[in-house]
Protein backbone atom coordinates (compact mmCIF):
# COMPACT_ATOMS: atom_id res chain seq x y z
CA UNK A 1 0.00 0.00 0.00
CA UNK A 2 1.28 3.54 -0.76
CA UNK A 3 -0.13 6.39 1.23
CA UNK A 4 0.70 10.24 0.17
CA UNK A 5 0.12 13.26 1.78
CA UNK A 6 -0.23 16.26 -1.03
CA UNK A 7 0.25 19.44 0.61
CA UNK A 8 -1.25 18.88 3.63
CA UNK A 9 -1.66 22.09 5.98
CA UNK A 10 -3.70 21.44 9.70
CA UNK A 11 -4.29 24.23 12.18
CA UNK A 12 -5.05 23.27 15.69
CA UNK A 13 -8.08 25.60 17.07
CA UNK A 14 -8.57 27.68 14.02
CA UNK A 15 -10.23 30.97 14.58
CA UNK A 16 -8.95 31.34 18.48
CA UNK A 17 -6.44 33.04 20.29
CA UNK A 18 -4.73 29.14 20.42
CA UNK A 19 -4.58 28.73 16.62
CA UNK A 20 -1.21 26.85 15.45
CA UNK A 21 -0.57 25.69 12.22
CA UNK A 22 0.37 22.58 12.93
CA UNK A 23 1.40 21.20 9.31
CA UNK A 24 2.13 23.90 6.94
CA UNK A 25 2.03 22.31 3.61
CA UNK A 26 3.43 18.95 4.05
CA UNK A 27 4.04 16.37 0.93
CA UNK A 28 5.22 13.04 1.84
CA UNK A 29 4.69 9.76 0.37
CA UNK A 30 4.93 6.18 2.67
CA UNK A 31 6.35 3.63 -0.23
CA UNK A 32 4.39 0.04 -0.04
CA UNK A 33 7.80 -1.68 0.57
CA UNK A 34 10.12 0.69 2.75
CA UNK A 35 10.11 1.67 6.91
CA UNK A 36 9.75 5.66 6.53
CA UNK A 37 11.25 7.21 9.75
CA UNK A 38 9.69 10.53 10.74
CA UNK A 39 11.96 12.58 13.34
CA UNK A 40 12.15 16.19 14.24
CA UNK A 41 11.94 18.01 17.81
CA UNK A 42 8.89 18.12 20.18
CA UNK A 43 6.18 20.30 18.19
CA UNK A 44 7.56 19.96 15.02
CA UNK A 45 4.15 18.25 13.79
CA UNK A 46 5.81 14.22 14.32
CA UNK A 47 2.04 13.04 15.79
CA UNK A 48 0.07 15.82 13.63
CA UNK A 49 1.31 14.17 10.36
CA UNK A 50 0.91 10.39 12.37
CA UNK A 51 -2.65 11.00 12.30
CA UNK A 52 -3.29 12.31 9.21
CA UNK A 53 -2.15 9.05 7.46
CA UNK A 54 -5.78 7.48 8.48
CA UNK A 55 -7.29 10.93 9.12
CA UNK A 56 -7.80 10.90 12.43
CA UNK A 57 -7.45 14.40 11.84
CA UNK A 58 -8.87 15.64 8.36
CA UNK A 59 -6.13 17.71 6.53
CA UNK A 60 -7.15 22.00 6.82
CA UNK A 61 -6.39 21.77 3.30
CA UNK A 62 -4.33 19.60 1.09
CA UNK A 63 -5.19 15.79 0.01
CA UNK A 64 -4.36 12.11 1.77
CA UNK A 65 -4.05 9.68 -1.30
CA UNK A 66 -4.22 5.86 -0.54
CA UNK A 67 -3.45 4.22 -3.00
CA UNK A 68 -4.29 6.16 -5.63
CA UNK A 69 -7.48 7.38 -4.14
CA UNK A 70 -8.41 10.45 -2.09
CA UNK A 71 -9.05 8.72 1.45
CA UNK A 72 -11.87 10.86 1.71
CA UNK A 73 -13.80 8.57 -0.19
CA UNK A 74 -12.80 6.10 1.66
CA UNK A 75 -15.17 4.86 4.48
CA UNK A 76 -13.74 5.76 7.89
CA UNK A 77 -14.02 2.32 8.92
CA UNK A 78 -11.99 0.77 6.39
CA UNK A 79 -9.48 3.18 6.03
CA UNK A 80 -8.58 2.86 10.02
CA UNK A 81 -8.67 -0.67 9.79
CA UNK A 82 -5.98 -0.86 6.14
CA UNK A 83 -3.77 2.05 7.90
CA UNK A 84 -3.07 0.97 11.48
CA UNK A 85 -2.14 3.69 13.95
CA UNK A 86 -0.34 3.13 16.89
CA UNK A 87 -0.58 6.35 19.23
CA UNK A 88 2.17 7.27 21.70
CA UNK A 89 1.52 5.55 25.35
CA UNK A 90 -1.01 3.05 23.35
CA UNK A 91 -1.44 1.23 26.81
CA UNK A 92 -3.76 3.81 27.77
CA UNK A 93 -6.70 2.58 25.53
CA UNK A 94 -6.51 -1.23 27.22
CA UNK A 95 -9.62 -1.98 28.54
CA UNK A 96 -10.72 -5.60 28.50
CA UNK A 97 -10.65 -7.90 31.44
CA UNK A 98 -7.94 -10.27 29.94
CA UNK A 99 -5.08 -9.59 27.12
CA UNK A 100 -6.72 -12.00 25.25
CA UNK A 101 -10.06 -10.56 25.15
CA UNK A 102 -8.21 -6.72 24.64
CA UNK A 103 -6.60 -8.10 21.29
CA UNK A 104 -9.15 -9.78 19.92
CA UNK A 105 -12.29 -6.77 20.42
CA UNK A 106 -11.03 -4.92 16.61
CA UNK A 107 -10.68 -8.24 14.92
CA UNK A 108 -14.12 -9.27 16.12
CA UNK A 109 -15.64 -6.37 15.16
CA UNK A 110 -14.33 -6.48 11.65
CA UNK A 111 -16.75 -9.52 11.59
CA UNK A 112 -14.42 -12.32 11.30
CA UNK A 113 -15.45 -15.65 12.06
CA UNK A 114 -14.29 -16.66 15.42
CA UNK A 115 -11.51 -19.11 14.68
CA UNK A 116 -9.51 -16.44 12.56
CA UNK A 117 -10.16 -13.84 15.47
CA UNK A 118 -8.44 -16.71 17.35
CA UNK A 119 -5.87 -17.51 14.96
CA UNK A 120 -4.75 -13.75 14.55
CA UNK A 121 -4.15 -13.25 18.42
CA UNK A 122 -2.18 -15.76 18.80
CA UNK A 123 0.19 -14.60 15.72
CA UNK A 124 -0.02 -11.03 16.62
CA UNK A 125 0.44 -11.89 20.41
CA UNK A 126 3.82 -14.19 19.74
CA UNK A 127 5.03 -11.63 17.13
CA UNK A 128 5.01 -9.20 20.11
CA UNK A 129 6.44 -11.93 22.66
CA UNK A 130 3.67 -11.66 24.72
CA UNK A 131 1.77 -15.20 24.11
CA UNK A 132 2.49 -16.01 27.56
CA UNK A 133 0.49 -12.92 28.72
CA UNK A 134 -2.96 -14.04 26.68
CA UNK A 135 -5.02 -14.74 30.20
CA UNK A 136 -3.64 -11.99 32.24
CA UNK A 137 -5.40 -8.75 33.36
CA UNK A 138 -4.15 -5.76 30.94
CA UNK A 139 -3.72 -3.85 34.66
CA UNK A 140 -1.33 -6.12 35.92
CA UNK A 141 1.32 -5.68 33.64
CA UNK A 142 4.28 -3.70 33.56
CA UNK A 143 4.43 -0.70 31.30
CA UNK A 144 6.78 -2.60 28.47
CA UNK A 145 3.65 -5.57 28.53
CA UNK A 146 1.49 -3.15 28.46
CA UNK A 147 2.66 -1.30 24.90
CA UNK A 148 3.75 -4.62 23.57
CA UNK A 149 -0.27 -5.27 24.03
CA UNK A 150 -1.19 -2.55 22.64
CA UNK A 151 0.38 -2.75 19.95
CA UNK A 152 -0.81 -6.69 19.09
CA UNK A 153 -4.27 -4.96 19.20
CA UNK A 154 -3.76 -2.62 15.85
CA UNK A 155 -2.06 -5.30 13.99
CA UNK A 156 -4.38 -7.95 14.93
CA UNK A 157 -6.81 -5.92 11.83
CA UNK A 158 -4.10 -6.83 9.54
CA UNK A 159 -3.06 -3.40 8.64
CA UNK A 160 -2.03 -2.75 5.34
CA UNK A 161 0.34 0.24 6.35
CA UNK A 162 1.19 0.32 10.21
CA UNK A 163 2.31 4.08 11.96
CA UNK A 164 3.84 3.46 15.25
CA UNK A 165 4.23 7.19 17.04
CA UNK A 166 7.17 7.09 19.75
CA UNK A 167 6.82 3.22 19.85
CA UNK A 168 9.73 2.43 22.03
CA UNK A 169 9.82 5.69 24.90
CA UNK A 170 9.62 3.67 28.18
CA UNK A 171 10.97 0.34 26.44
CA UNK A 172 13.96 -1.45 28.09
CA UNK A 173 16.95 -1.88 25.69
CA UNK A 174 15.72 -5.02 24.99
CA UNK A 175 12.22 -5.02 24.40
CA UNK A 176 12.92 -1.95 22.32
CA UNK A 177 15.15 -4.44 19.82
CA UNK A 178 12.52 -6.80 20.01
CA UNK A 179 9.89 -4.48 18.82
CA UNK A 180 12.50 -3.51 15.81
CA UNK A 181 12.77 -6.43 14.78
CA UNK A 182 8.64 -6.74 14.56
CA UNK A 183 9.00 -3.54 12.15
CA UNK A 184 11.93 -5.19 10.18
CA UNK A 185 9.61 -8.58 10.13
CA UNK A 186 6.59 -6.77 9.00
CA UNK A 187 8.60 -4.57 6.44
CA UNK A 188 10.12 -8.00 5.03
CA UNK A 189 6.17 -9.35 5.04
CA UNK A 190 5.12 -6.38 2.81
CA UNK A 191 3.56 -3.84 5.02
CA UNK A 192 5.42 -0.92 5.60
CA UNK A 193 5.64 1.28 8.24
CA UNK A 194 6.01 4.75 9.63
CA UNK A 195 8.15 5.35 12.55
CA UNK A 196 7.65 8.44 14.51
CA UNK A 197 10.57 8.49 17.01
CA UNK A 198 12.56 11.04 18.58
CA UNK A 199 15.43 8.21 18.79
CA UNK A 200 17.49 8.77 16.18
CA UNK A 201 20.11 5.75 16.63
CA UNK A 202 16.90 3.62 16.35
CA UNK A 203 15.75 5.04 13.43
CA UNK A 204 19.34 4.84 11.81
CA UNK A 205 18.83 1.08 12.27
CA UNK A 206 15.71 0.08 10.84
CA UNK A 207 14.37 3.05 8.40
CA UNK A 208 14.90 2.78 4.66
CA UNK A 209 14.38 6.71 4.94
CA UNK A 210 14.09 9.69 6.79
CA UNK A 211 12.03 13.12 6.90
CA UNK A 212 12.87 15.64 9.05
CA UNK A 213 10.10 17.51 9.95
CA UNK A 214 11.06 21.16 11.27
CA UNK A 215 7.72 23.95 12.53
CA UNK A 216 5.60 21.71 10.22
CA UNK A 217 7.47 21.89 7.52
CA UNK A 218 9.38 19.30 5.55
CA UNK A 219 12.77 20.09 6.17
CA UNK A 220 14.84 17.03 4.92
CA UNK A 221 13.73 13.74 2.74
CA UNK A 222 16.04 10.96 1.84
CA UNK A 223 17.57 8.20 2.75
CA UNK A 224 19.42 7.59 6.03
CA UNK A 225 22.56 8.33 4.88
CA UNK A 226 22.06 11.40 2.92
CA UNK A 227 19.83 13.17 5.26
CA UNK A 228 22.17 12.64 8.17
CA UNK A 229 25.34 13.80 6.88
CA UNK A 230 23.82 16.59 5.68
CA UNK A 231 23.14 17.77 9.01
CA UNK A 232 25.68 15.74 11.14
CA UNK A 233 25.03 17.88 14.12
CA UNK A 234 24.20 16.71 17.56
CA UNK A 235 20.41 17.32 17.62
CA UNK A 236 19.74 15.99 14.00
CA UNK A 237 22.16 12.77 13.58
CA UNK A 238 21.82 9.40 15.16
CA UNK A 239 25.39 8.90 17.57
CA UNK A 240 27.11 7.09 14.46
CA UNK A 241 26.84 9.57 11.87
CA UNK A 242 28.22 12.14 15.23
CA UNK A 243 31.37 9.80 14.79
CA UNK A 244 31.93 9.73 11.31
CA UNK A 245 31.20 13.00 10.28
CA UNK A 246 34.18 14.79 11.76
CA UNK A 247 36.74 11.91 10.50
CA UNK A 248 35.03 12.79 6.96
CA UNK A 249 37.41 15.59 6.84
CA UNK A 250 40.60 13.68 7.11
CA UNK A 251 39.82 10.88 5.75
CA UNK A 252 37.27 10.63 3.47
CA UNK A 253 37.47 6.80 2.50
CA UNK A 254 35.75 5.75 5.46
CA UNK A 255 32.61 6.30 4.07
CA UNK A 256 28.98 7.43 4.95
CA UNK A 257 27.96 4.56 7.28
CA UNK A 258 24.53 5.24 9.19
CA UNK A 259 23.73 1.57 11.13
CA UNK A 260 25.81 0.35 13.70
CA UNK A 261 27.45 -2.61 12.25
CA UNK A 262 28.78 -1.19 9.25
CA UNK A 263 29.98 1.97 11.15
CA UNK A 264 31.55 -0.30 12.54
CA UNK A 265 33.11 -2.00 10.10
CA UNK A 266 34.24 1.29 8.59
CA UNK A 267 35.67 2.62 11.66
CA UNK A 268 37.95 -0.91 11.65
CA UNK A 269 38.71 -0.56 8.16
CA UNK A 270 40.63 3.06 8.99
CA UNK A 271 41.64 1.58 12.18
CA UNK A 272 43.45 -0.95 10.39
CA UNK A 273 44.47 1.26 7.57
CA UNK A 274 42.96 -0.21 4.87
CA UNK A 275 39.98 2.05 3.21
CA UNK B 1 27.34 15.10 35.53
CA UNK B 2 31.03 16.46 36.83
CA UNK B 3 30.89 17.77 40.07
CA UNK B 4 30.41 15.11 42.23
CA UNK B 5 29.25 17.05 45.40
CA UNK B 6 29.55 14.53 48.16
CA UNK B 7 29.02 16.90 50.91
CA UNK B 8 25.32 16.99 50.87
CA UNK B 9 25.76 13.16 52.26
CA UNK B 10 25.66 13.61 56.03
CA UNK B 11 26.19 10.46 57.58
CA UNK B 12 25.25 9.61 60.84
CA UNK B 13 21.48 9.98 61.28
CA UNK B 14 18.55 8.17 59.34
CA UNK B 15 18.98 6.97 56.24
CA UNK B 16 16.91 9.25 53.29
CA UNK B 17 15.37 6.50 51.86
CA UNK B 18 15.54 3.01 53.03
CA UNK B 19 13.82 -0.72 52.99
CA UNK B 20 13.47 -3.92 54.48
CA UNK B 21 12.20 -6.92 52.82
CA UNK B 22 9.68 -4.58 50.87
CA UNK B 23 7.27 -6.70 49.04
CA UNK B 24 4.27 -6.26 47.10
CA UNK B 25 1.95 -7.52 44.35
CA UNK B 26 -0.44 -6.18 42.45
CA UNK B 27 -4.11 -7.44 43.14
CA UNK B 28 -4.52 -10.18 40.02
CA UNK B 29 -0.55 -10.97 39.37
CA UNK B 30 0.34 -14.11 40.06
CA UNK B 31 4.00 -12.83 41.14
CA UNK B 32 5.40 -9.98 43.55
CA UNK B 33 6.32 -7.05 41.84
CA UNK B 34 8.90 -6.59 44.06
CA UNK B 35 10.17 -9.21 46.34
CA UNK B 36 12.36 -8.70 49.64
CA UNK B 37 14.07 -5.65 48.43
CA UNK B 38 16.70 -4.40 51.08
CA UNK B 39 18.38 -1.09 50.64
CA UNK B 40 19.68 2.32 52.11
CA UNK B 41 20.36 5.29 50.05
CA UNK B 42 22.64 8.23 52.56
CA UNK B 43 21.53 11.77 52.70
CA UNK B 44 22.39 13.01 49.26
CA UNK B 45 23.37 10.24 47.32
CA UNK B 46 22.22 9.92 43.43
CA UNK B 47 20.64 6.19 43.30
CA UNK B 48 19.81 5.03 39.65
CA UNK B 49 17.53 2.29 39.14
CA UNK B 50 17.32 0.02 36.11
CA UNK B 51 16.43 -3.08 35.24
CA UNK B 52 13.66 -4.85 32.34
CA UNK B 53 10.02 -3.50 31.81
CA UNK B 54 8.24 -5.27 34.81
CA UNK B 55 11.04 -5.61 37.33
CA UNK B 56 9.83 -3.35 39.69
CA UNK B 57 11.33 -0.05 39.29
CA UNK B 58 7.80 1.99 38.90
CA UNK B 59 6.68 0.25 41.88
CA UNK B 60 9.64 1.16 43.74
CA UNK B 61 9.19 4.80 43.62
CA UNK B 62 5.10 4.87 43.98
CA UNK B 63 6.21 2.84 47.69
CA UNK B 64 8.64 5.55 48.47
CA UNK B 65 6.10 8.15 47.76
CA UNK B 66 2.91 6.39 49.40
CA UNK B 67 0.90 5.30 46.12
CA UNK B 68 1.33 1.94 46.88
CA UNK B 69 1.34 0.27 50.32
CA UNK B 70 3.71 -2.51 51.32
CA UNK B 71 2.27 -6.20 51.84
CA UNK B 72 5.00 -7.31 53.90
CA UNK B 73 8.23 -5.51 54.66
CA UNK B 74 8.72 -1.67 54.78
CA UNK B 75 10.13 1.29 52.90
CA UNK B 76 11.14 4.63 55.04
CA UNK B 77 11.70 8.06 53.89
CA UNK B 78 13.89 9.64 56.80
CA UNK B 79 12.47 8.07 59.76
CA UNK B 80 8.70 8.26 58.19
CA UNK B 81 6.71 5.19 56.79
CA UNK B 82 4.74 6.89 53.46
CA UNK B 83 2.11 4.26 54.01
CA UNK B 84 1.02 5.15 57.15
CA UNK B 85 2.28 8.95 56.64
CA UNK B 86 1.43 9.71 52.72
CA UNK B 87 1.20 13.11 53.19
CA UNK B 88 3.57 14.04 55.47
CA UNK B 89 6.20 12.07 53.08
CA UNK B 90 5.03 13.69 50.00
CA UNK B 91 6.42 17.41 51.78
CA UNK B 92 9.62 15.73 51.46
CA UNK B 93 9.42 13.48 48.09
CA UNK B 94 9.05 15.31 44.79
CA UNK B 95 8.01 13.31 41.69
CA UNK B 96 8.74 13.79 38.32
CA UNK B 97 7.27 12.11 35.50
CA UNK B 98 7.67 10.26 32.21
CA UNK B 99 5.68 12.37 30.22
CA UNK B 100 6.15 15.98 30.68
CA UNK B 101 2.47 16.68 28.82
CA UNK B 102 0.61 15.05 31.64
CA UNK B 103 1.91 17.64 34.58
CA UNK B 104 1.67 21.03 33.72
CA UNK B 105 -1.76 22.62 34.31
CA UNK B 106 -1.73 26.65 34.82
CA UNK B 107 -1.75 28.98 32.14
CA UNK B 108 1.79 30.46 32.64
CA UNK B 109 4.89 28.57 33.66
CA UNK B 110 5.04 30.62 36.72
CA UNK B 111 1.71 29.62 37.95
CA UNK B 112 2.42 26.16 37.22
CA UNK B 113 5.65 26.58 39.14
CA UNK B 114 3.29 28.19 42.32
CA UNK B 115 0.81 25.41 42.08
CA UNK B 116 2.07 23.44 44.50
CA UNK B 117 3.10 26.07 46.74
CA UNK B 118 -0.71 27.42 46.56
CA UNK B 119 -1.88 24.27 48.02
CA UNK B 120 0.35 24.18 50.88
CA UNK B 121 -0.70 27.98 51.51
CA UNK B 122 2.34 29.25 51.65
CA UNK B 123 2.68 33.12 52.15
CA UNK B 124 2.76 35.31 49.14
CA UNK B 125 6.16 36.85 49.41
CA UNK B 126 7.64 33.38 49.87
CA UNK B 127 6.40 32.25 47.31
CA UNK B 128 7.21 34.61 44.89
CA UNK B 129 10.62 34.37 46.27
CA UNK B 130 10.88 30.04 45.99
CA UNK B 131 9.01 29.90 42.44
CA UNK B 132 11.87 32.70 41.09
CA UNK B 133 14.32 31.06 42.51
CA UNK B 134 12.71 27.41 41.44
CA UNK B 135 12.65 28.48 37.98
CA UNK B 136 16.24 29.97 38.35
CA UNK B 137 17.53 26.38 39.34
CA UNK B 138 16.40 25.34 35.78
CA UNK B 139 17.25 27.90 33.89
CA UNK B 140 14.14 29.11 32.95
CA UNK B 141 14.60 32.98 33.71
CA UNK B 142 12.34 35.10 31.03
CA UNK B 143 9.97 32.17 30.98
CA UNK B 144 7.70 33.20 33.97
CA UNK B 145 4.47 34.69 31.63
CA UNK B 146 4.96 32.20 28.53
CA UNK B 147 2.35 29.82 27.77
CA UNK B 148 3.02 26.02 29.04
CA UNK B 149 1.74 24.60 25.42
CA UNK B 150 4.59 26.58 23.49
CA UNK B 151 7.46 25.22 25.22
CA UNK B 152 9.25 22.04 23.75
CA UNK B 153 9.56 19.00 25.74
CA UNK B 154 12.87 19.37 27.61
CA UNK B 155 11.17 23.02 28.64
CA UNK B 156 8.13 21.62 29.75
CA UNK B 157 10.08 18.77 31.59
CA UNK B 158 12.41 21.50 33.49
CA UNK B 159 9.16 23.63 34.27
CA UNK B 160 7.55 20.80 35.94
CA UNK B 161 11.25 19.77 38.18
CA UNK B 162 11.17 23.54 39.69
CA UNK B 163 7.51 23.04 40.65
CA UNK B 164 9.05 20.76 42.55
CA UNK B 165 11.91 22.18 43.64
CA UNK B 166 9.57 25.06 44.80
CA UNK B 167 8.56 22.45 47.02
CA UNK B 168 12.04 22.06 48.43
CA UNK B 169 11.92 18.12 48.51
CA UNK B 170 14.57 16.29 50.37
CA UNK B 171 13.93 13.61 48.13
CA UNK B 172 13.63 13.36 44.44
CA UNK B 173 11.93 10.99 42.38
CA UNK B 174 12.94 10.72 39.08
CA UNK B 175 10.63 8.25 36.93
CA UNK B 176 12.40 7.69 33.41
CA UNK B 177 12.10 11.85 33.27
CA UNK B 178 13.90 11.70 29.47
CA UNK B 179 12.60 9.05 27.53
CA UNK B 180 10.11 11.34 25.34
CA UNK B 181 12.32 14.24 24.83
CA UNK B 182 15.06 14.31 21.99
CA UNK B 183 18.26 14.55 22.16
CA UNK B 184 18.83 18.52 23.01
CA UNK B 185 16.05 18.05 25.53
CA UNK B 186 17.50 15.04 27.35
CA UNK B 187 20.51 16.98 27.90
CA UNK B 188 19.14 20.15 29.31
CA UNK B 189 17.39 18.35 31.49
CA UNK B 190 20.65 16.28 32.26
CA UNK B 191 22.19 19.25 33.09
CA UNK B 192 19.68 20.28 35.69
CA UNK B 193 19.74 17.69 37.34
CA UNK B 194 23.33 17.45 38.25
CA UNK B 195 23.18 20.72 39.35
CA UNK B 196 20.54 19.52 42.25
CA UNK B 197 23.40 17.09 42.97
CA UNK B 198 24.65 16.62 46.67
CA UNK B 199 21.88 19.05 47.64
CA UNK B 200 19.06 16.08 47.45
CA UNK B 201 18.62 12.87 47.46
CA UNK B 202 18.37 11.51 44.07
CA UNK B 203 16.85 8.40 42.84
CA UNK B 204 16.49 8.27 38.96
CA UNK B 205 14.68 5.06 37.09
CA UNK B 206 15.84 5.11 33.50
CA UNK B 207 16.47 2.45 30.81
CA UNK B 208 19.53 4.75 29.61
CA UNK B 209 22.41 3.66 30.84
CA UNK B 210 24.51 6.54 30.03
CA UNK B 211 22.17 8.96 32.06
CA UNK B 212 23.91 7.16 35.28
CA UNK B 213 27.60 6.93 34.62
CA UNK B 214 28.23 9.42 37.13
CA UNK B 215 25.65 8.13 39.99
CA UNK B 216 26.77 6.80 43.35
CA UNK B 217 25.27 3.68 42.95
CA UNK B 218 23.22 1.70 40.65
CA UNK B 219 20.36 -0.66 41.39
CA UNK B 220 18.97 -3.56 39.51
CA UNK B 221 15.81 -4.41 39.70
CA UNK B 222 14.84 -7.60 37.70
CA UNK B 223 11.32 -9.79 37.83
CA UNK B 224 10.77 -7.87 41.24
CA UNK B 225 14.27 -8.38 42.57
CA UNK B 226 17.25 -6.58 43.57
CA UNK B 227 20.04 -8.49 41.62
CA UNK B 228 22.57 -6.24 41.87
CA UNK B 229 23.74 -3.10 43.94
CA UNK B 230 26.86 -1.94 42.57
CA UNK B 231 29.15 1.70 41.04
CA UNK B 232 28.41 2.71 37.35
CA UNK B 233 32.04 1.68 36.33
CA UNK B 234 31.19 -1.73 37.64
CA UNK B 235 27.53 -2.20 35.47
CA UNK B 236 28.95 -0.82 31.83
CA UNK B 237 32.00 -3.05 32.21
CA UNK B 238 30.41 -6.20 33.00
CA UNK B 239 28.41 -7.68 30.07
CA UNK B 240 26.61 -10.91 31.38
CA UNK B 241 25.20 -8.30 34.12
CA UNK B 242 23.29 -6.00 31.17
CA UNK B 243 22.74 -8.66 29.05
CA UNK B 244 21.10 -10.56 31.81
CA UNK B 245 18.84 -7.53 32.77
CA UNK B 246 17.49 -6.41 29.21
CA UNK B 247 20.29 -3.09 29.23
CA UNK B 248 22.42 -2.52 26.27
CA UNK B 249 25.46 0.30 26.50
CA UNK B 250 24.97 3.65 24.98
CA UNK B 251 25.60 3.17 21.35
CA UNK B 252 28.95 5.38 21.73
CA UNK B 253 30.48 3.36 24.16
CA UNK B 254 28.89 -0.08 22.49
CA UNK B 255 30.98 1.46 19.24
CA UNK B 256 34.12 2.51 21.54
CA UNK B 257 33.90 -0.86 23.12
CA UNK B 258 33.73 -2.59 19.81
CA UNK B 259 36.74 -1.20 18.19
CA UNK B 260 39.02 -2.12 21.15
CA UNK B 261 39.30 1.74 22.45
CA UNK B 262 38.69 1.54 26.23
CA UNK B 263 34.96 2.86 26.90
CA UNK B 264 36.24 4.83 30.12
CA UNK B 265 36.21 8.43 29.09
CA UNK B 266 34.57 8.19 26.21
CA UNK B 267 31.37 9.54 26.90
CA UNK B 268 29.95 11.29 23.30
CA UNK B 269 30.63 10.80 20.00
CA UNK B 270 32.43 13.49 19.45
CA UNK B 271 34.89 11.90 22.45
CA UNK B 272 35.22 8.87 20.25
CA UNK B 273 35.77 10.57 16.90
CA UNK B 274 38.64 12.23 18.51
CA UNK B 275 40.08 9.13 20.05
CA UNK B 276 40.00 7.11 16.80
CA UNK B 277 41.56 10.02 15.15
CA UNK B 278 44.29 10.06 17.78
CA UNK B 279 44.89 6.36 17.41
CA UNK B 280 45.26 6.38 13.37
CA UNK B 281 47.59 8.96 13.99
CA UNK B 282 49.72 6.48 16.50
CA UNK B 283 49.47 3.84 14.01
CA UNK B 284 50.84 5.83 11.33
CA UNK B 285 54.07 6.70 13.56
CA UNK B 286 54.43 3.25 14.08
CA UNK B 287 54.29 2.14 10.55
Known amino acids: ?31 PDEVLGIVGGTGSGKSTLAQ ?4 LLEPTSGRVIVDGVDARTLKGSELRRRVG ?3 QFPEAALFAPTVEEDVAFAPRRLGLDEEEVQRRVRETLELLGARHLAGRSPFALSGGEKRRVA ?5 AMAPEVLVLDEPTAGLDPATREDLLGVVRAL ?3 GTPVVLVSHDLDEVAEVADRVCVLEEGKVRAVGTPEEVFYAHPEASLAPTTVRVVAPLREGHPEVGRPVRFEETLSALNGLLEGRG | MKNRNDEGARRGGPPAVSSDNLTFSYPGSERAALANVTFELRVGEYAGVVGPNGGGKSTLLRLINGLLRADSGNVRVADLNPATEPYVVRRRVGMLFQNPENGLVAPFVEDDVA ?12 MRERVREAIRAVGLEGYERREPHTLSGGEKQRVALAGLLALDPEVLLLDEPTSMLDAAGRSEVLERLEELRGARTVVHVTHHVDELLDADRVLVLNAGKLVADVSPERLVSDPDLLRENRLALPTTLRLAAALGLGPAKLRTPEDLASAIVQKIGSEARAR
Open chain 1, 1 to 31: MRVELQNVRYVYAPGTPFEVEALQGVSLAVE
Open chain 1, 52 to 55: HLNL
Open chain 1, 85 to 87: LVF
Open chain 1, 151 to 155: IAGVL
Open chain 1, 187 to 189: REG
Open chain 2, 115 to 126: FGLENLGVEREE
